[in-house]
């Protein structure tokens, strides 16, 4: 068992309205509260437009909660965007940066991304940093040289370790059922590990890409795996909390 206390995300991407993310926020809250104390994290991140009522949902619970995205400015003429201190200031503890639903969606590349970790440490927020090869880049065996690059492109300079976590989410094993062995991700988690140099062993490192109750336990059987970071399964209180029990 690894001695980093775990930490299992929720992403609901852009899922959600009002009434249905209350239900589930509650729902998840209240199964973090019947199982206090919890010796593992848990983080809920929905839309951007069910923040304020989630923060409501989840006060004083176990449950913190995280945006999806943030913009590198603290404010500015950006329409349309959410700072990190925005998301701070509505009770957010963490923010994911650089899914490679933004990356290859939306086209950010890492450079961005790393002004995105600066700007979620300068809000005193934790940034999820999301890293992880394409199909294409498995298949022609770059893959641990792609997931390093990303990684040290995306870290600024004046990165703070202690707020920060790093997810490993092979971008072709989002959403499409298949999924490396765990025996595959523990081996990229040493990677990163690596990568990050002689304070890699502190910083906690998740999985992410089609977790869902049933592959859940044998992921974190691992002890390099220190959380993961859920999609589509964690828009169902059962099966979501059936994946966080499976960190204790």
């Not at 959600?16 to 729902?27: E, N, Q």
């Not at 206090?36 to 006060?59: G, H, I, K, Q």
């Not at 200031?89 to 970790?117: M, N, T």
């Not at 490396?180 to 523990?186: G, H, M, N, Y």
Request: glycine share 10%; net charge negative.
């Amino acid at each position: 068992m690894s001695k980093r206390r775990r930490l299992v995300v929720a992403n609901w991407k852009m899922y959600g309205r009002l009434t249905s993310g209350l239900v589930l926020a509650r729902d998840i809250a209240e199964k973090a509260e019947a199982a206090r104390p919890l010796n593992f994290d848990v983080v809920l991140c929905p839309p951007a437009t069910l923040t304020w009522a989630c923060s409501d949902a989840l006060m004083g619970t176990p449950v913190m909660l995280g945006g999806q995205d943030c913009h590198t400015a603290t404010h500015g003429a950006y329409t349309g965007d959410i700072s990190a201190a925005m998301f701070a200031d509505l009770g957010c503890r963490f923010v994911i940066v650089g899914h490679s639903e933004r990356r290859h969606g939306h086209g950010e590349p890492s450079e961005l991304i790393a002004q995105k970790v600066e700007a979620a440490q300068l809000a005193g927020l934790t940034a999820i940093l999301c890293v992880g090869e394409t199909a294409a880049e498995l298949e022609s065996g770059s893959a641990s040289e792609i997931i390093e690059k990303q990684l040290k492109d995306s870290l600024p300079q004046n990165v703070k370790m202690a707020n920060l976590v790093v997810a490993y989410e092979p971008v072709w094993a989002i959403g499409t059922g298949q999924q490396p062995s765990p025996e595959d991700v523990a081996a990229v988690h040493r990677t990163i590990r690596k990568a990050l140099g002689e304070i890699g062993p502190s910083v906690r490192v998740l999985y992410g890409g089609s977790v869902n109750p049933g592959n859940a336990g044998a992921l974190l059987a691992q002890e390099e795996i220190d959380g993961v970071l859920v999609g589509s399964a964690s828009l169902n209180a059962d099966g979501f909390w059936a994946i966080a029990e499976k960190c204790q």
